[in-house]
């Protein structure tokens, strides 16, 4: 189970992301911001790596 925190580069808040696939490959993923509806990309706003 890969799961990622986040972090909105507009609202700062900060947000769990887990992906639909087994692989830890996000480097071409979008994700929208729970609070702001910003889109940003996953590989860029990755925190830290949670498991």
Same mark, same amino acid.
């Given at each position: 189970? %890969?799961? *990622? /925190? /986040?972090?909105?580069? !507009?609202? %700062? #808040? !900060?947000?769990?992301? @887990?992906?639909?696939? +087994?692989? $830890?490959? =996000?480097?071409?993923?979008? %994700?929208?911001?729970?609070?702001? #509806? *910003?889109?940003?990309? =996953? @590989? %860029?706003? $990755?925190?830290? +790596? /949670?498991?």
């Amino acid at each position: 189970m %890969k799961m *990622f /925190l /986040l972090e909105c580069p !507009r609202c %700062k #808040n !900060r947000m769990k992301y @887990q992906p639909a696939t +087994k692989s $830890a490959d =996000v480097s071409g993923k979008v %994700k929208k911001c729970v609070y702001c #509806n *910003f889109s940003m990309s =996953v @590989q %860029k706003s $990755a925190v830290q +790596k /949670l498991d």
